[in-house]
């Protein structure tokens, strides 16, 4: 007779009676595995079927970057041809003075970013000399730490975690 609060488990052809909460996890785990597999399948047929099509569209590319292939039966498939437009930033810094500004400033337009240093956060932490405490603080209210995405990996039985 199973202990209360536990549920029955069959793995491999065993019977197992476990915490009814080991149970449900084990279940969401199992169901994680088989769906990151099949997605992992998916994906990979869907990367191949991808590569055919745009090959298609290669072939029926016009003067636009979007070609609508329309199927008899199945539907449709709209591939575009995106690009990015960069410029040589070191060539544009030499050209500036050559240009008039009116001119320059209508074509270009200037960025600057910045990102924070390997070990800069450990300086953070460190105590520093009064002086580098005030730029310390200064420093520190510049920064945000912004959410990412949230992952998560399901690894089966004998898997290995990365």
């Known amino acids: 007779m199973p202990a209360p609060g536990t549920k029955k488990i069959e793995i491999d052809g065993q019977v197992y009676y476990l915490p009814a909460d ?49 199927a008899p039966k199945s539907g449709l498939a709209t591939v575009t041809f995106s690009t990015a437009t960069k410029v040589d930033d070191t060539a ?8 008039p500004k009116v001119v320059f400033d209508k074509i270009f337009e200037a960025s600057r970013s910045f990102k924070l240093r390997r070990g800069a956060q450990q300086w953070l932490k460190i105590p ?19 959410p990412k995405g949230t992952t998560v990996k399901f690894f089966g039985p004998g898997e290995k975690s990365e």
Not at 41 to 61: S, T, W
Not at 92 to 99: F, G, L, N, S
């Open 128 to 146: 520093q000399a009064a002086d580098l405490e005030r730029v310390k603080a200064r420093v520190a209210a510049t920064i945000r730490v912004v």
């Open 22 to 70: 080991n149970v449900a996890l084990d279940q969401l785990i199992a169901d994680g595995v088989t769906a990151q597999r099949d997605y992992e399948d998916a994906k990979g047929r869907l990367e191949v079927i991808r590569e055919k099509v745009i090959a298609l569209a290669e072939e029926h590319k016009g003067p636009t970057a979007t070609v609508h292939l329309q």
């Open 92 to 99: 544009v810094a030499a050209m500036e003075p050559e240009v």
